[in-house]
Each structure stands twice: as structure tokens, then as C-alpha cells.
């Protein structure tokens, strides 16, 4: 069983997507922790309805961003993590601490990579009228939301649309494809061990 780790800062509905889907008796990753850098979101009740370990590590008690990453770092290695998933986490991570965890961090972006990087990419894809729009699952590298993709899904970006009603109809894919990427790379690290 692939350990996995799943790092939030808001709602969490994509760790519940992971949560959901790791019940069926044949996924190959097990989602052992959660970690939030904020206190008091929703993800970390999402966490302890499912019974699953959870806590803060809050980035605002460390003057360096180093600082909070080394105790994140420890933390995982203290829950024996394989994998790391970012799911609405919203902090960058240091190209140090992305070195230490190879091919090992995942993360769910609301746009087609590589377009609308950043923040606000709703309203980024909006003010540039693409048609469609959609969410990528990849691997976490030095660049921001630069890694290789590992899977999309494409939504229409319809007349009318606010950033709202964009982000819901984009989030509805994210719930299908996380879970889906998690399973095919969980698979794969599972059956080089
Ligand atoms: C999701 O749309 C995710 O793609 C986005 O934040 C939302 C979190 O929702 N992530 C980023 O923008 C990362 N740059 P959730 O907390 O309900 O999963």
C-alpha cells in the first residue's frame, strides 16, 4: 500500500474525493495523514470524520518558510509518507524541500496546465476568452505549476460565466481526476517496491 499523504489549507473537497475513493478494497493508496497549514478549516473535519490522522502546522508560527518545511518534512518522514498530495494547499513549497520528495508530490490545478499559472486562474482564464478551461493533476517540480501533467480534464467555459460558476463546473472534474491520477501513480511507485 502506497502512504499518502494529503496537504490542505481550505475546504478539502478534493482531499474528500481522495477519502471516497480510497474505500474501494483494490486502490493501492492508503490516506494515512493530513495536514493543514491553516487551523480551523474544513478539511481538517473532512479528516477526522473519516478517522484519519490530521493536524496544523501552522506556516504563520515560523519567521522562515525553510522553517515550517522542515517540520513538515519530519512529519511526514515521522508518519512513513510515500506520497505527498496537495489539495487547495496554498503555499509554494521551496525547490529544497521539492528536491527531497522526487516524483513524490502531486498537485491539482484548476486550469490546463500550462496555461494560467498562479492565483485567480478562473478570472485569468475568463479575461482571456478561451472557450474551454478545465483542471491538471501534476507532479510538483521547482517551477510553479510547472511540473508534468499527469491528467486533465476540459470543461466549457460557457456565455455568462463568473469565476463562481467556472470554478464549480471545473471542481466537479478535479473530484473524477485526482482520485483517478492518484490511483495510476500509487499503482505504478506500488509495483516498483
Ligand atoms: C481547487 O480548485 C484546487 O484546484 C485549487 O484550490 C481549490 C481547492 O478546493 N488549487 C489551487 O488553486 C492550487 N494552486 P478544495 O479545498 O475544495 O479541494
Known amino acids: 500500500m502506497v502512504e499518502v499523504a494529503v496537504l490542505v489549507s481550505g475546504s478539502g473537497s478534493n482531499l474528500q474525493a481522495l477519502i471516497d475513493a480510497a474505500k474501494a478494497p483494490d486502490y493501492p493508496a492508503n490516506i494515512a495523514l493530513v495536514i ?3 487551523p480551523g478549516v474544513k478539511a481538517l473535519e473532512r479528516a477526522a470524520k473519516a478517522n484519519i490522522p490530521h493536524l496544523v502546522i501552522d506556516h504563520k508560527a515560523f519567521k522562515a518558510r525553510e522553517a515550517f518545511e522542515a517540520v513538515l518534512h519530519d512529519t511526514l518522514r515521522a508518519h512513513e509518507i510515500d506520497l505527498i498530495c496537495l489539495a487547495g494547499f496554498m503555499r509554494v513549497l521551496t525547490a529544497s524541500f521539492v528536491a527531497k520528495w522526487p516524483k513524490r508530490i502531486l498537485n491539482i490545478h484548476p486550469s490546463l496546465l500550462p496555461l494560467f499559472k498562479g492565483l485567480n486562474v478562473q478570472q485569468q482564464a475568463l ?13 510538483v517540480t521547482e517551477g510553479l505549476d510547472d511540473g508534468p501533467v499527469l491528467g486533465q480534464r476540459t470543461v466549457p467555459v460557457l456565455e455568462g460565466d463568473t469565476v463562481e460558476t467556472l470554478s464549480a463546473r471545473i471542481l466537479r472534474e478535479e473530484h473524477i481526476l485526482y482520485p483517478q491520477v492518484l490511483r495510476e501513480i500509487a499503482k505504478a511507485l506500488k509495483s516498483r517496491s
Open 36 to 38: 493543514s497549514n491553516r
Open 127 to 139: 479575461d482571456a476568452g478561451v472557450d474551454k478551461s478545465g483542471c491538471s493533476v501534476h507532479f
